[in-house]
């Protein structure tokens, strides 16, 4: 079992849907989570982080259920802009000397908003 | 805003060069890695590093070597280039505390020919 999952899609959804993303882990030890987009043949961009209450950003919603070990992203009225690779991203304390956190990508969830 | 720059944005070397690949960071971020991306396969780890001269070997770091001479430089060598290692190849950053994110730069394509 991969340590992150993402379900790859794509999500094909109209203009003005609202879309969401779920991302498992595996490591219950796991502290922080991440959503970043990634635009095609460009670096991934730091979205959100999600913290234990949920937190909104806009259009986005971020909640996180540690005892299911998941994560989400809501996207509300999406728009054509919104059209991306969404991938989660969770920080573990690595192994080595020193004890580092670790991020743990998922391979990404891919969105195409359609007109 | 954290500017995380690679030095390549292309590159095509021949099987057996040694290659190497630039990042530097302008935030003072103690925490810097390597990423490669592959269709299906998603980022994975090469190397860490937490701070100067620190390293750490990530989940593939075989074919690979780092340095670290200075906190804003952290750099990536393929110590004989093969053709398993055309991919793009990402670094970032981060503060040194556990719930910081990710910075990362804007990707170096590699083909190795």
């Known amino acids: 079992r991969k340590e992150v999952e993402q379900d790859p899609g794509p999500f094909n959804v109209p203009e003005g849907a609202t879309v969401a993303f779920n991302c498992t882990y595996s490591?219950?030890?796991?502290?922080?989570f991440f959503w970043y987009r990634q635009d095609c043949r460009k670096e991934p961009k730091l979205l959100m982080s999600?913290?234990?209450s949920g937190n909104e950003d806009g259009r986005f919603t971020a909640q996180l259920n540690r005892a299911s070990q998941y994560i989400s992203l809501l996207i509300r009225d999406s728009k054509l802009s919104d059209s991306a690779t969404y991938l989660c991203?969770?920080?573990?304390?690595?192994?080595?000397?020193?004890?580092?956190?670790?991020?743990?990508f998922g391979t990404g969830t891919r969105l195409k908003v359609l007109a | 805003d954290v500017k995380v720059t690679q030095s390549s944005r292309y590159l095509v070397k021949r099987t057996g060069e040694k290659v190497f690949l630039e990042c530097v960071q302008d935030?003072?971020?103690?925490?810097m890695f390597w990423y490669r991306q592959d269709p299906g396969l998603g980022l994975r780890l090469i190397y860490f590093?937490?701070?100067?001269?620190?390293?750490e070997k990530g989940d593939i770091p075989e074919g690979y070597s780092v340095s670290r001479e200075k906190k804003e430089r952290f750099s990536l060598i393929l110590e004989s280039a093969s053709t398993n290692q055309t991919s793009m190849y990402l670094c970032?950053?981060?503060?040194?505390?556990?719930?910081?994110?990710?910075?990362f730069g804007n990707g170096t394509r590699l083909t190795v020919t």
């Open positions: 970032a950053s981060r503060v040194g505390s556990y719930n910081s994110p990710l910075h």
């Open positions: 490591n219950s030890a796991s502290q922080s």
């Open positions: 999600v913290y234990s």
């Open positions: 991203a969770v920080n573990t304390r690595g192994g080595g000397t020193s004890g580092t956190y670790k991020y743990i």
């Open positions: 935030m003072d971020h103690e925490n």
């Open positions: 590093s937490y701070d100067v001269k620190m390293k």
